[in-house]
C-alpha cells in the first residue's frame, strides 16, 4: 500500500493545523540551533538584552582570559568593532592585571579609531604605551597617534575663517531665536570647529 499524504496535509490545513505547524517549525529549530554548535562564547553576544558580553561577570582564570582575548581579536580582524568594543571594555575593567591585558587596549584603540571614536582610540593607544612602551604594537601606535593628532584639530583651535563665521552665525542666532536653520547651521560649524 503507498503512503496517502493527503489526510496528513487536510491536517496541517486545518485552523488546528497552525499548532501543529508551529511545532513543526520549533522542532526544526532547535535541531539546527542544536546542530549549529554555537558556543557559551558566541551565545553571550547572540543573546538578547539582559545578557551579552558585559553581562557576564564571573571570573576568568588566565587560560580562559587568553581564550576569550583571542576570540575578540579574531572579531576585529573580521571588522567587528562596535560589537567586540563591550567586551574589551569589560577586560580592561575587571582584569586590569591580568597578563595580555595591553594587547586588550591596543585592540580598543584599534577599535575606536576604526568607527571614528578618535578620542577613545587616543585613551587607548596612550594606555598601551604607558604599559608596554616597546611593545610588539608600539610603533604602529606611535605612528597612529601622530596621525590622529595631525589630522584632527586641538579643542578649542579653529580657522580663522571659521570663527569669524561662526561669530556672525551667533549673531544671526541671537536676533532670531526661532530660527531652528540658524541655530542648526550654528550647531554644525561649532561641530565642525572641534568645539
Known amino acids: 500500500m503507498m503512503w496517502n499524504p493527503v489526510p496528513l496535509q487536510k491536517k496541517l490545513l486545518s485552523p488546528a493545523g497552525s499548532l501543529v505547524r508551529r511545532g513543526v517549525w520549533i522542532c526544526l529549530f532547535l535541531a539546527i540551533a542544536g546542530c549549529a554548535g554555537i558556543g557559551d562564547e558566541d551565545r553571550a553576544y547572540l543573546s538578547p538584552l539582559g545578557g551579552g558580553p558585559v553581562a557576564e561577570t564571573r571570573t576568568m582564570d588566565e587560560t580562559a582570559f587568553n581564550r576569550a582575548l583571542a576570540q ?27 597578563p595580555g591585558i595591553t594587547k586588550v587596549y591596543y585592540l580598543l584603540g584599534v577599535c575606536y579609531y576604526r568607527i571614528g571614536g578618535y578620542s577613545d582610540a587616543c585613551n587607548a593607544f596612550e594606555k598601551y604605551l604607558e604599559m608596554e612602551p616597546d611593545g610588539p604594537f608600539a610603533e604602529e601606535v606611535k605612528s597612529t597617534l601622530k ?49
Open 72 to 98: 575578540a581579536e579574531s572579531r576585529v580582524r573580521a571588522g567587528e568593532y562596535s560589537m567586540v568594543i563591550p567586551r574589551l571594555e569589560q577586560f580592561a575593567h575587571q582584569y586590569p592585571t591580568m
Open 147 to 195: 596621525r590622529m593628532r595631525q589630522d584632527t584639530p586641538q579643542s578649542g583651535t579653529i580657522p580663522p575663517e571659521l570663527a569669524k563665521e561662526i561669530e556672525n552665525q551667533k549673531k544671526l542666532v541671537e536676533k532670531n531665536p526661532d530660527d531652528m536653520a540658524a541655530r542648526l547651521a550654528l550647531a554644525e560649524m561649532l561641530w565642525h570647529g572641534g568645539l
